[in-house]
């Protein structure tokens, strides 16, 4: 088999490290500094136009779009290199709702978002963490017809969200955002499933509360008051959610592989400059050992993560779903990078909490990046029932 990356997904790399060259991840205040509020108003609007510019928001979009027609993998290399520099911008959240709504949206919803999308004019995000950031999304929202399924003029049949959402990213800068929800009530006899709303953020019956994350971004708390819908706007296709959020959660998984790769480069750049008794504490065998862990770390976080990116873009099967694929990279994700981020304190001392130096902020952005991956236990668990569902033969 050939593992290599194509020439396609290679250019989007490149272009992508073009892009991220000159982006500095202490361009705004330290989260330390800005306690109780958030350190900008938004997100950087003109790296947003230089991705634009280099076609990489539109990566995963066919060419009737505007777009390239790459996968999962191309994506992720681009997001690896967002991760190395703290790329303060919703590309993960924009290039994947875009995805689903090209994938599981009906024409008329495709021809008036994915063009847009692609150019950057029209920023997605998608509410993935439920009502706490621990129970399924799909479960804190309510998702009923209108009425008794009569139309609702131009929209049609309209659809009514209830519900709460948690912890939202870039939900005060996106024009839209993809909500999970579940209809009827298996306790009524009506037919339960998962559906995909896109809502307006600036439409009635949508309320945001801020939140403040650990890298002190401003996130929304997204509440949903007989928010009333358009048919047209709700993906109601099997499996839209669940194909959503395995790419949101590989996504998430190469950020956190940028960030830990750059964390690393820079404990081995300082060990190998500062030096105590007279020697490069890079030399000494607890110092080397730390790194060469932490090392191992990097590289299971990677290989785990490829595996899930392709189970995703091939679609090929296993002997588990893809979702079993995906939970493997989280659990090496969610504790890789903040064993990473922990040891790269330890050795940096207490240069490492300066904050006039990025190695801070990198720790505060590894903890929000493993809050939204969720605990590696929780990941474990779901990967034994997994195993336990489709047991292995032979």
Known sequence: MDFTFSEEQQAAAEAARGVFAGVAPDAVPSPALTQGRPVADGFDRALWDRLASADLLSLLLDEEYGGAGLDAVALCLVLREAGKV?????????????????????PELRDELLASAGRGRTVLTAASHGRTGHDAAELAVTARRAGDGGTDGRDGDAWILDGV?????????????????????????????DVLAVVAREQEGVVLAEQISTTGERLGELRLESARVPARYVLTAEGAGEW??????????????????????????????????????????????????????????????????????????????????????????SEGVRRIVQTAQHLHGGFGADVDYPLHRYHAWAKHLELSLGPAAAHEEALGDLLAAHPLVG
């Open 86 to 106: 703290l790329a303060r911008v919703p590309l993960l959240e924009s290039t994947a709702a875009a995805a689903a709504v090209q994938a599981y949206g009906g």
């Open 165 to 193: 959402q948690t912890a939202v990213p870039w939900a005060y800068d996106a024009d839209y955002v993809l909500v999970p929800a579940r209809t009827g009530d298996d306790h009524e006899g009506h037919d339960v499933r």
């Open 244 to 333: 959503l959020r395995q790419l949101l959660a590989t996504g998430t998984c190469a950020l956190a592989l940028g960030l830990g790769d750059r964390v690393l480069r820079m404990t081995g750049d300082y060990a190998s400059k500062r030096e105590q008794f007279g020697h490069p504490i890079a030399t000494f065998q607890a110092v080397a050992v730390q790194a060469a862990d932490r090392y191992i770390d990097l590289r299971a976080m990677e290989v785990t993560l490829w595996q899930a990116a392709w189970r995703i873009a091939s679609g090929a099967p296993g002997a588990l779903p893809a979702s079993g694929d995906v939970a493997v990279a989280k659990i090496w994700a």
